[in-house]
């Protein structure tokens, strides 16, 4: 993988349709194999065909693909390739066992190609970033332990430091700073004279979990290197991630006497992946949590629930005369439409409370601790009442309607499961009502 060679993908997966898609999306860029099984992709690794970068299927006949993942991680040679697991399963047992088998990411089915391009660039920059990190830290690790042996080897250890893309800080056994080259003082604000002598935790933002560094810390004492990642301040405040890796340097005795620290801004790095994150719980168009964070967020609501002893209203909402204004004023209208649906829902109900969109003209609000059913009633009642009201988007004056269905904890359900299914039948029963209008569950 290099700026003059493209960068080799294998794609794993049974299905003929599935391939062409993700060759489809990734050929162009990239120099892509493929695989039509689990047993063929290890044999391809075993004859040294050696990708950057595996997409994975989940779902495949013999081998599965958390069972391919499991073997590769248990090679040496192919040991570090990442692999993205292409799941149609959102459940959370299926994340956990493909994040268990080796697995960096997953990308659900159908794909989004945007998706699949920006998760595959980032797997691909972190792999990069990583070994070129590691080779600075070995290669830094390797000159500081011969300083003491080779001093005419001092002036051009020297320069390498003093050049470094990367901040360096070498601190004495007592763990004060003795130096910083120009890359430190360039990425944290602070003069080579203002932290000689100083303990590197002025940079503590008190944002890293205190684990991190009592993990630091065993290994470092222990005379062992430790890697991770810090939220550090700069000296005006603002605070930045780095991927840390900390060695102790043996003088000619075998003792501790020195720490090197090897520090690599990762901020647009995490920040990718925050963004890859909400992408993964909210929807795109509305920025409401999707139905996975919706869902999560009523199991923790149920959680609270029942060790209080409150009740909490599951809403299902359908929007009644949104395809005729799809279909004559195209979706572009309908999306500012759902748009400012998703608005006016949030602006109506409590911080406390959760407005998620499920798909197509379908809306779900979680309510936390409701009164009863005649709270929940009159909360839906003046929320349709609400989208009832005309929508005046792109010069238009758009008119809907909204039926309803209301589920409450416990009385109809103990499980998210149970409460979505009867808020979901009571919607239907006020659909076929003729719309515009309010169900309570019954059940």
Same mark, same amino acid.
């Given at each position: 993988m290099s700026a003059d060679h493209p960068a080799h993908i294998l794609i794993v997966d049974d299905t003929p349709t599935n391939l062409e898609v993700l060759l489809h999306i990734l050929a162009e860029d990239y120099d892509v194999s493929i695989a039509t099984s689990g047993e063929q992709a290890l044999d391809l690794l075993r004859r040294g065909a050696l990708p950057d970068l595996i997409l994975l299927d989940v779902m495949m006949l013999g081998l599965d693909g958390y069972q391919v993942c499991e073997r590769i991680k248990a090679e040496p040679?192919?040991?570090?390739?990442?692999?993205?697991?292409?799941?149609?399963?959102? +459940?959370? +047992?299926?994340?956990? %066992?493909?994040?268990?088998?080796?697995?960096? +990411?997953?990308?659900?089915?159908?794909?989004?190609?945007?998706?699949?391009? =920006? %998760?595959?660039? !980032?797997?691909?920059?972190?792999? &990069? $970033?990583?070994?070129? !990190?590691?080779? &600075?830290? %070995?290669?830094?690790?390797?000159?500081?332990?011969?300083?003491?042996?080779?001093?005419?080897? !001092? $002036?051009? !250890?020297? $320069?390498?430091?003093? $050049?470094?893309?990367?901040?360096? =800080?070498i601190t004495g056994r007592d763990a004060r700073i003795q130096y910083v080259n120009p890359y430190f003082t360039r990425e944290t604000g602070y003069t080579a004279a203002e932290v000689q002598g100083e303990n590197p935790r002025l940079l503590q933002s008190g944002l890293t979990d205190p684990a991190v560094f009592k993990a630091m810390w065993d290994k470092l004492t222990h005379g062992e290197p430790w890697a991770g990642e810090l939220i550090n301040r700069r000296k005006n405040g603002e605070t930045f991630w780095e991927e840390a890796h900390i060695a102790p340097v043996k003088d000619a005795r075998g003792m501790v006497s020195h720490y090197v620290a090897v520090k690599l801004n990762i901020t647009e790095r995490k920040e990718a992946q925050e963004r890859l994150a909400y992408m993964a719980n909210h929807d795109v168009l509305t920025d409401l949590p999707n139905r996975v964070l919706f869902f999560e967020r009523v199991d923790q609501a149920l959680t609270l629930a029942r060790r209080n002893g409150s009740r909490l209203a599951l809403l299902f909402i359908d929007l009644d005369k949104f395809k005729p204004i799809n279909d004559t004023w195209g979706h572009a209208v309908g999306d500012q439409l759902l748009r400012a649906v998703a608005q006016r829902l949030t602006e109506r109900v409590r911080a406390s409370d959760t407005v998620g969109r499920i798909g197509g003209d379908e809306f779900v609000i979680l309510l936390n601790a409701i009164g009863g059913a005649d709270d929940a009633a009159q909360v839906a009642d003046a929320l349709r009442h609400s989208l009832a009201q005309p929508f005046n988007l792109a010069g238009l004056t758009l008119e809907i309607s909204a039926s309803i269905g209301v589920a409450l904890y416990p009385d109809h359900g103990q499980d998210a499961i149970t409460l979505a299914r009867h808020a979901d039948e009571s919607m239907y029963l006020a659909k076929q009502a003729g719309g515009d209008g309010l169900r309570l569950c019954s059940n």
């Open positions: 040679s192919t040991h570090e390739i990442p692999v993205i697991f292409i799941t149609a399963r959102t +459940d959370a +047992d299926s994340e956990t %066992r493909a994040i268990e088998s080796g697995g960096v +990411d997953f990308i659900h089915k159908p794909v989004n190609a945007a998706v699949v391009r =920006a %998760r595959v660039q !980032l797997q691909l920059e972190l792999r &990069r $970033q990583t070994r070129e !990190l590691q080779g &600075r830290t %070995r290669d830094l690790e390797l000159r500081l332990a011969e300083l003491a042996e080779a001093h005419e080897q !001092l $002036q051009v !250890l020297w $320069q390498a430091v003093e $050049q470094s893309p990367t901040s360096i =800080a």
